[in-house]
């Protein structure tokens, strides 16, 4: 109950008028703030899109808001006759790879942490959050060299194998996992199903959600990657949507940045996110939130 | 015992999966690059000297390192504070829901999912000195065009622009739950008590929210100290490293000049000064739970 706001309509005074003046006037207040907000952060995104479809004169002209007759031709040109489609193949490819290992092993090494009973659980857990805590960019020079005496520098499987586990993932189904009744797993465990079965059959039905949030921040952010994809690659034909994508601006950068088709590519590439983005929201911030209650 | 040895085996096949990726990749490079650290490595040539903490001693006494620290110390001090401040301001004003807030949530939260570099590009677009549409936005207002990433005293403050429009939603998303959180008989009773509405912000939602605060304090700082993609995209660290943050130098350090031995130093004070921020946060949020 909110006695603090909703005026008794019956006695229509003066003074209760007035207090329903000034509620109106601050939402009023509040709604132009929020347009105001709005706009400035969906500036960028429409930005880009009509950049995207402009000449480069065109472009140079900041009093223009739209183009005279949209370039299509623009898009045509980095959707076919560009290698911007191979980096987001590249994207696609590297990070559904990724996130399905981590995936799996992480809902093993969750399922282990908190149905099974083993020496040095505890010790484990420390460890595993210790590393939650190490900033990635620590970690790269000895990566690097890993990765180039197995070989595998300059190729997907090095792009892989150096980012198999999400912590964050692990620590996100621990936590859902927790959550639920012994009754079930102890039940499964009578029926003496397996722990296999009973992680996909039993724990994995009842935790879906939290699964779906791992799967699309984690794959958000392997498909976003682009400090140390950018450090173990160097072909262009295994560039990431990041690293290919400053390829393409730089490389264009020879003869004056190509504005329009450098707004056409990023459009190309952050679109389909804000699609999926708007299709999955609910998921995304269900699986942040949880993160509150690790750290916090 | 044929049994535990059976319970010990499916123990393994449940933790190995996840567990020895995490060594190879996560525990043992932190302690083989805090040895690098004590060397003189410089990745060309196999040998190498233990020079114990002479790099340590050279790091934190050099110029560079100095600057950037301050510029680290500007970068996730103001992108921290804006973050945090605009993401409080924005759940403030949506977290009691009406028609089209919803709308404004995905709005505000979705530049945090697409790639830093793509809107980084565009935003270099927007900065750009003579056609770019900041400047036109700010000589709408009177103000003199600036030179924005062209500029050591601007540079700083795109970046920063950047940054905060990136976060801003992250951290708003975690401001509507905790607003939900508290509990509204307090509010209650301060109405009763005829409190303002400033007095129950300051003296209600304030307390109550704050493990949030810390936790957004640390995080936002964290990622502040490992900010790379929009640096390197804006400034690449210049102009005249008004913009190398301690990340920014250890890749150059490490990756560019092959300097292993000072860039790893450089990576262990780095993982240090996380590693202290998260026991902070730690030990402030357990003194401190209101809910």
Not at chain 1, 133 to 161: E, F, H, Q, R
Not at chain 1, 185 to 210: K, N, Q, S, Y
Not at chain 2, 133 to 145: E, H, R, S, Y
Request: proline share 5%; glycine share 6%; charged share 10%.
């Amino acid at each position: 109950m909110d006695l603090s706001v909703k005026p008794v309509k019956s006695l229509n005074t003066p003074v209760k008028r007035s207090a329903q003046l000034t509620a109106l006037f601050y939402t009023v207040l509040k709604m132009i703030l929020l347009c105001a907000l709005g706009i400035f952060t969906a500036f960028p995104f429409m930005w880009m899109a009509v950049s995207a479809l402009k000449t480069k004169p065109e472009l140079m002209d900041v009093s223009l808001f739209l183009p005279r007759s949209p370039q299509w031709n623009n898009l045509y040109e980095v959707l076919f006759r560009s290698p911007l489609p191979r980096y987001i193949f590249n994207s696609l490819f590297v990070s559904a790879v990724t996130v399905a290992y981590q995936v799996v092993s992480g809902a093993m090494f969750a399922y282990a942490a908190v149905f099974m009973r083993f020496k040095g659980k505890k010790a484990l857990f420390a460890v595993t959050l210790g590393c939650y805590m190490v900033p990635g960019a620590a970690t790269y020079i000895p990566c690097y060299i890993i990765l180039s005496k197995m070989g595998l520098l300059d190729t997907y499987t090095g792009l892989i194998v150096s980012n198999l586990v999400s912590i964050f993932g692990i620590f996100l189904l621990r936590q859902a996992f927790a959550q639920l009744p012994r009754e079930f797993t102890e039940a499964a465990a009578l029926d003496r199903a397996g722990h296999w079965r009973t992680l996909w059959r039993v724990v994995f039905p009842m935790t879906r959600p939290t699964f779906l949030s791992f799967i699309l921040i984690s794959f958000i952010g392997c498909y976003n990657n682009y400090m140390w994809p950018a450090l173990i690659t160097n072909r262009p034909e295994l560039s990431l949507v990041s690293q290919g994508l400053r390829r393409f601006f730089i490389e264009g950068g020879a003869y004056g940045t190509n504005w329009p088709l450098v707004m056409a590519g990023s459009a190309l590439i952050i679109v389909p996110l804000l699609v999926l983005f708007a299709v999955l929201q609910k998921h995304f911030i269900a699986g942040l939130s949880a993160d509150a209650g690790i750290k916090g | 015992m044929k049994f535990t040895l059976r319970k010990n085996l499916t123990v393994a096949a449940f933790v190995l999966p996840a567990l020895i990726p995490l060594a190879v990749f996560w525990i043992w490079p932190i302690f083989n690059a805090a040895y690098i650290s004590l060397t003189n490595w410089d990745y060309m040539t196999a040998e190498y000297d233990f020079v114990a903490f002479r790099q340590y001693e050279k790091l934190l006494s050099s110029g560079e390192f100095h600057k950037a620290l301050l510029n680290t110390l500007v970068f996730c001090a103001a992108s921290a504070v804006l973050t945090i401040a605009g993401g409080l301001g924005l759940a403030s004003l949506l977290h009691r829901g009406f028609r089209g807030s919803g709308l404004f949530r995905a709005l505000f939260f979705s530049p945090w999912i697409t790639p830093t570099v793509a809107v980084s590009l565009v935003w270099m677009w927007i900065f750009d000195e003579k056609n770019g549409i900041a400047n036109a936005v700010i000589g709408l207002f009177g103000l003199p065009a600036l030179k924005w990433v062209g500029s050591s005293a601007t540079a700083m403050l795109a970046v920063i622009i950047v940054t905060v429009w990136k976060s801003v939603g992250y951290a708003m998303v975690f401001y509507l739950t905790a607003l939900d959180k508290v509990p509204k008989s307090l509010y209650e009773a301060a109405a009763l008590d005829r409190a303002s509405r400033r007095q129950s912000f300051f003296w209600i939602t304030l307390p109550c929210i704050s493990p949030t605060t810390f936790f957004l304090a640390v995080v936002t700082t964290i990622n502040g100290l490992q900010a790379y993609d929009q640096i390197q995209i804006l400034t690449q660290g210049g102009p005249a490293g008004s913009t190398r943050t301690l990340l920014y130098l250890y890749y150059q350090l490490g990756f560019e000049k092959y300097d292993m031995g000072r860039a790893s130093a450089l990576a262990v004070t780095l993982l240090l000064l996380c590693i202290a921020l998260s026991f902070a946060q730690n030990l402030i949020s357990k003194r401190m739970v209101h809910y």
